[in-house]
């Protein structure tokens, strides 16, 4: 498939061109994908909150509609998932956390150790807690 230059230049030319246009479009579609379920909630709130609020006896309420029903599965769906990359993002952010006070912890002893004991002590081996670092 790629033996000739012609070929890879093809190849290279629809990699270029035509997996940007997918990322965009993959975008794209969320967005409004979101941006749907969002309008759809905000609608159903507002329906409740105006119902609600009413001086007058509310009537019995209706049950939703199947749209309205598979609406809310949706969001949920979706705010169930970005709960979850959170989480995933928050747990990533407290490991690199600790990856980095543990590498500034390090360079605060080189550091000490360098003052101390001259141009030679960056060449001598940090030990800490049992373990050469």
């Known amino acids: 498939m790629l033996e000739t230059v012609r070929s890879r230049r093809r190849f290279g030319a ?5 997996l ?11 967005v409004q994908r979101d941006q749907e379920l969002i309008e759809t909630a905000s609608h159903l709130v507002n329906n409740n909150n105006s119902s609600s609020s009413s001086a007058a006896p ?9 749209a309205q029903h598979l609406a809310l599965l949706r969001e949920s769906a ?7 990359m ?11 956390i600790a990856e980095l006070q543990v590498k500034l912890d390090r360079a605060r002893d080189k550091r000490r150790q ?3 004991g001259g ?7 940090v030990v800490t807690e049992g373990k050469a670092v």
């Open 14 to 18: 629809a990699v270029v061109l035509l």
């Open 20 to 30: 940007p246009i997918c990322v965009a479009g993959g975008y794209y579609l969320r």
């Open 58 to 66: 509310s009537p019995a309420r209706t049950p939703l509609t199947s």
């Open 78 to 84: 979706a705010v169930q998932e970005r709960l979850e």
């Open 86 to 96: 959170l989480d995933r993002k928050e747990i990533q952010l407290e490991k690199d």
């Open 114 to 116: 360098a003052a101390e």
């Open 119 to 125: 141009p030679g002590a960056t060449a001598q081996r």
